[in-house]
């Protein structure tokens, strides 16, 4: 990529799109391509096309996407599938037909069968079924990944595919029905914390295991995949590290400095004992982390510190 290049960020105002947006501004690339969901709907064929016709990006980062936590996934199964099936649909296609150099697909680690061996390998993927409850999400990623694989065996295009683990970073989503373990947990323990609460109740029995990686490091994966990578196969992104659900909420009571106590509620479910990430093909390629969970999770509390108080001055 040339720092001139038109470089559009499809869902730039998310966590991960957003935190692509910095690391390119902060490389020197300035002719950065965005749109909000309100400017262009992704889902709109017409609207698509017509974007990329006047538009011609050169690269293309495929950050938009409908997302959620578990039991968004579960309820909207109908939107998660249709959306993300037309979002990416809608990209891939107009890249092509408008001739974009690269494009970087962003899948997740739910496209893994829900029995794999863990770590999870590339190799994994369409090997078994897969956990029912975010079924319709892992299908429309898949499919995005075989589109990729698709267009470049067909048309040559050189388009390829990122799973990244749990992420976590700036411009996270803190709703409690609808966010991942990480900032669920950051928000009810400074809740917890604020309003002198005694206890801080968590789901399940604390043990299953899980990776989490800070979407700065993502951003900088993405970015050397997009310089450095140029094969059919989808890449992992993570640490290669995991993390107990118990240990990490022990982790964010500290850094949030609450006193009270955790209770597990074991009558909820724990979900899969264990996911990680196998993260030795992205490691061979010359790329690894480098921000530790506790350093993020410190940074991370700050920001949303900050913006809770922006919060209580706007009201
Ligand atoms: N978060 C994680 O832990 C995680 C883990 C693994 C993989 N990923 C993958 O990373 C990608 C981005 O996730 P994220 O966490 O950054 O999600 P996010 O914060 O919810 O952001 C998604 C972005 O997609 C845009 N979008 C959604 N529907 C759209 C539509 N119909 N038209 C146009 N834009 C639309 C939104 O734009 P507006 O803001 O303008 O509405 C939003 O900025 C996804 O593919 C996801 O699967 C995320």
Redesign the pocket.
């Known amino acids: 990529m040339q720092k001139e290049d038109k470089i559009y960020i499809?869902?730039?105002?998310?966590?991960?799109?957003s935190a692509i947006f910095r690391k390119l501004r902060a490389m020197g690339f300035q002719n950065l391509l965005c749109r909000?969901?309100?400017e262009?709907?992704?889902?709109n064929q017409q609207a698509v096309a017509q974007f990329f016709a006047e538009e011609k990006p050169d690269y293309v980062f495929l950050?938009?996407?409908?997302?959620g936590g578990i039991q968004a996934n579960n309820i909207y199964r109908a939107e998660f599938l249709y959306?993300n099936l037309a979002?990416q649909n809608n990209i891939i296609h107009h890249s092509y037909l408008n001739g974009v150099k690269k494009l970087l697909f962003?899948?997740?680690?739910c496209i893994y069968p829900k029995m794999a061996p863990q770590p999870l390998k590339e190799e994994y993927l369409l090997t078994g079924l897969l956990e029912p409850t975010n079924e319709p999400y892992a299908i429309a990623?898949i499919a995005g990944i075989k589109m990729c694989e698709a267009y470049r065996s067909q048309y040559g295009c050189n388009y390829i595919s990122a799973m990244?683990?749990?992420?976590y970073g700036p411009?996270d989503?803190y709703d409690l029905n609808n966010s991942?373990v990480l900032p669920a947990l950051i928000r009810k323990f400074h809740e917890a914390k604020r309003d002198r609460e005694a206890f801080v109740e968590i789901w399940g029995t604390g043990s299953p295991k899980r990776e989490f990686l800070h979407v700065d490091d993502l951003a900088e994966a993405c970015l050397f995949l997009m310089e450095n990578y140029n094969e059919e196969t989808l890449v992992n992104v993570g640490t290669g590290e995991d993390i107990s659900i118990k240990e990490l909420a022990l982790l964010i009571k500290d850094i949030v400095g609450y006193e009270g106590e955790l209770r597990f509620d074991t009558s909820k479910p724990d979900g899969t004992p264990r996911k990680l990430m196998d993260v030795s093909k992205l490691n061979k390629l010359g790329f690894s982390y480098s921000i530790g969970l506790e350093e993020g999770i410190k940074a991370v509390y700050e920001e949303y510190q900050s913006r809770e108080t922006d919060l209580q001055k706007q009201s």
Request: aromatic share 0%.
């Open positions: 499809a869902g730039h105002r998310g966590m991960v799109g909000t969901s309100s262009l709907d992704l889902r950050a938009a996407a409908k997302v959306d979002i962003l899948g997740s680690s990623k990244p683990t749990n992420l411009n989503n991942h």
